[in-house]
Structure formats: structure tokens, C-alpha cells
């Protein structure tokens, strides 16, 4: 029993070891261990956690930050490390305050072969730190081939090599995971992580960026669509219908007239009081050659851009040509396509 419960301590403690190495932190302490300060490097690093944990329980975080973590750079107490990771928590800080936590549990770990009093801080830490682990979502990055020089960054943090097997906690939602190799692109992968949930990304550090990267959008093939001179070709369709109409009216109107002048003057010239007829007979004829002239025009112009809009083929060129035909008494329209 007592040789099961020794492994199962080990695991945590070698998983809480390499979440520390995983992640950046706040505190980094360059101070000494407690067992090795001297008696006036305690004194220095009590007085500063003791004001830090009075601005921490007035709830003045980033006061308390500061003087905790200056505690830290004298000695490096996990009681102190809890008290840095309780603050980060309280900051909204909940990755860096995870990573705190756990490193205070595995120092706190170590320190117990000398000092019993630190079962209490390590007990905390793993408590407060599993409270935690809901909160956040965790990323398991695995990169194959990687150079000696290759670096991995989660969420914008590096995550160091020896943390590169372990779960990198993040907060939810879009995660960024960037493997960077000199001489070589950034290969860039976005994870979408929920709180408590664990994703699996795998990255190959010798993969180009082509291999990596999405395929180009590339806009719908419109080559098969009508151009935007179709609406064009309809509207100059419209307006040789008109010419043509005005044609056939006033080319009528003007036939009745000349026929009824001719009837009332014979062959010779046409006697006082017909000046008016005259007149609108003329007027009749230009209406009908101005309408005339509008269609040949418009529908020219339509065929041509009805045929210019049409859908391109790539395996042939359509060309078109058309050309208007009139006569005395018809008028027509030819093509070619």
C-alpha cells in the first residue's frame, strides 16, 4: 500500500515539476533555499512576505505582488510561492496563478525531507491548484522533428523543452501554438479549447509552410456566368424595339397621307388647302427614318453586346457579327454567331 501511494506522489509531483518548467511564471526567485539563508537574509525575506501578505489580505494585489515576489528573490519559500499564486488568482491571472500553485506544491515537496512544517503549503497549493484545472482548458502538443535549436510557444508563452510531454494549461477558447525553427517559416496552428477540456495537437518542425497552411480562398469561377453588359444588351434590346415601333407608325401614318394627297391631287400638283397635309406627311416620313436609324443602331449594339456578355468557353472563341437590311416595305435584322 505504502509503495502504491509513494508512485502515485512521485506522478504528481513529476507532473506539478514539469508544468513548472511548461509554463513562464511571474516569480521567477533567484533567492536562496531556506535552509541555506542566513539568518539575516530570513529576517529581509520575512519582512517583505509579512508586508505582502497584509497587502494581499487587504486585497491590494499588485502591491502584494511586488513584495512577495521580492521575498522570493531572497529566499525561495513555497509558503511565499502559495501566497504569489493565491495573489495571481485573485488577478484573474488563472494560467500563471496554476503554474505558481504547482510550483510552490513541488517545492514545498522537496523542502519536506528537512522541514515538516511545509506539508501544510504543499497540501494548499495541490488543493487551491486542482480548484483551478476546471477553469482553464489544457493543450498536449506533440512536435516531431524538431531541431536543437526548434522553439514551442502556446498561447504566447514559450513552453521550455523539458515541459514540451506535459499538458500546457491555457485559457479557454483560441489558443495559437507556434514551432519556430531557424532558417525556417513559423509553422502556426490555432486550437479552439473549452474550459477542462484537453486537445491534441501534433507538429511537424520540419514541415514547410505550404504543408501547414490552409489553401488560398479562391473566388467562384464566373466564367461561366453572364458578364455584367448583359443588362446592357437588354436595355439597347428595349430601345430599338421603340425605334422600331416608331418605324412602323409613322411609316404608316405617313403611307395613308401620301395615298389620300394623291388621291385629292392626281398626278399633277396638289391645288391651295392642302399645305397642312403636306406639311405632316413630311413630318411623318422623318418620324419613320429617325426610328428607322434608332433601331439599326440599338440592335446592332444589342446583338453585339448580348453576344460579348454571353459565358466564355475556354475550348472556342464565339465571334459575332450583325448587320440591319431595310426595304420599302420591310425591315430586317441579319447574323452570324
Request: net charge neutral.
Amino acid at each position: 500500500m505504502r509503495t502504491g501511494a509513494f508512485r502515485r506522489g512521485s506522478i504528481v509531483l513529476a507532473s506539478a515539476l514539469a508544468l513548472s518548467l511548461a509554463t513562464a511564471t511571474t516569480a521567477h526567485a533567484a533567492g536562496v533555499e531556506p535552509a541555506k539563508a542566513t539568518p539575516v537574509q530570513r529576517e529581509q525575506a520575512q519582512s517583505r512576505f509579512l508586508k505582502g501578505r497584509e497587502l494581499y489580505n487587504a486585497k491590494k494585489y499588485d502591491a502584494a505582488l511586488a513584495e512577495l515576489t521580492a521575498s522570493l528573490d531572497i529566499v525561495a519559500s513555497p509558503n511565499t510561492r502559495l501566497y504569489v499564486g493565491r495573489c495571481l488568482r485573485d488577478m484573474g491571472r488563472t494560467v500563471a496563478a496554476y503554474a505558481e500553485l504547482g510550483r510552490a506544491a513541488v517545492e514545498a515537496k522537496e523542502l519536506l525531507r528537512d522541514d515538516a512544517r511545509y506539508e501544510k503549503a504543499a497540501q494548499a497549493a495541490n488543493d487551491e491548484r486542482a480548484q483551478l484545472a476546471p477553469k482553464l482548458g489544457f493543450v498536449d502538443v506533440k512536435v516531431a522533428h524538431p531541431s536543437p535549436e526548434t522553439t514551442l510557444k502556446v498561447a504566447s508563452d514559450e513552453v521550455r523543452r523539458g515541459g514540451w510531454e506535459e499538458p500546457v494549461p491555457v485559457v479557454p477558447g483560441t489558443a495559437e501554438v507556434v514551432v519556430e525553427t531557424p532558417g525556417h517559416a513559423p509553422i502556426r496552428q490555432q486550437v479552439q479549447v473549452a474550459a477542462g477540456e484537453h486537445k491534441s495537437v501534433e507538429i511537424d518542425a520540419a514541415a514547410t509552410v505550404a504543408d501547414t497552411t490552409p489553401p488560398p480562398v479562391v473566388d467562384a469561377d464566373t466564367s461561366g456566368s453572364p458578364s455584367k453588359l448583359r443588362p446592357v444588351a437588354y436595355v439597347t434590346a428595349g430601345v430599338a424595339v421603340v425605334g422600331l415601333a416608331t418605324f412602323f407608325i409613322a411609316g404608316s401614318m405617313s403611307n395613308s397621307t401620301f395615298s389620300d394627297l394623291k388621291e385629292a391631287c392626281g398626278s399633277g400638283p396638289c391645288p391651295k388647302g392642302h399645305e397642312d397635309d403636306i406639311s405632316a406627311g413630311k413630318t411623318q416620313q422623318t418620324f419613320a427614318n429617325v426610328g428607322l436609324v434608332v433601331f439599326a443602331v440599338a440592335a446592332a449594339a444589342t446583338v453585339t453586346l448580348y453576344v460579348v456578355s454571353a459565358p466564355k468557353k475556354t475550348s472556342s472563341t464565339t465571334a459575332a457579327s450583325a448587320r440591319v437590311t431595310a426595304g420599302p416595305s420591310f425591315v430586317g435584322l441579319q447574323g452570324a454567331f
